[in-house]
């Protein structure tokens, strides 16, 4: 059953449109765009977790879809999602850390897949590797973080995916702290 859209989720994506005119205004003005990152949902994508990705899209009043695999977390964006992009889904690492999220939709407006290829780069400048005519085509950003973006606009079947090369991987230290196994006791 797809999330009810709340009030408060237009309010974030009214303000998350409103943050990419103020990028539309310093690139005209000759200064270069501010990130330097890849930021999903306003959340750096390097080592990003989860549950933090998760308490955001709560905080914006989107749940997770039940999910059958371990690592698959899916999210509707509602009937017309964010320029037609309507859902989200998270693989993550053992750890608990996003390796890749993909959002995708069957956006049938030029207008909106336009508008999505143009709204990438004046928030990440000119893309690393292919071509956007008009913000239509497949292109790649690469980040210095390990991340990367990838769009694909040039049919109706539009996906955006974020990767992170190399997510955060909790390890074990082989130590055994006996004061702390100690004051169990």
Known sequence: MPAKVTPVFIMVVFA????????????????????????????PLNDLSVSRLDNQ????????YPSYKDGVVSYSLGPEGILGVTSVTIYSNRSGYIR????????????????????LIRKYGDPNEGV?????GRSKWFFNDGTMI??????????LMYVDESPKVATRSGKIDVEALSRKN
């Open 57 to 64: 899209l709560n905080s914006m009043g989107l749940r997770s």
């Open 16 to 43: 998350f449109f409103m943050g990419f005119s103020a990028l539309a205004k310093a690139e005209v003005s000759g200064v270069s765009p501010p990130f330097s990152e890849a930021k999903l949902f306003g959340l």
């Open 150 to 159: 990838e769009l694909h606009n040039t049919t109706y079947d539009v996906s």
């Open 132 to 136: 956007l005519n008009d913000g239509i």
């Open 100 to 119: 890749q999220a993909l959002l995708s939709g069957v956006v049938e407006s030029k207008e909106k897949r336009k508008a999505l290829g143009e709204l």
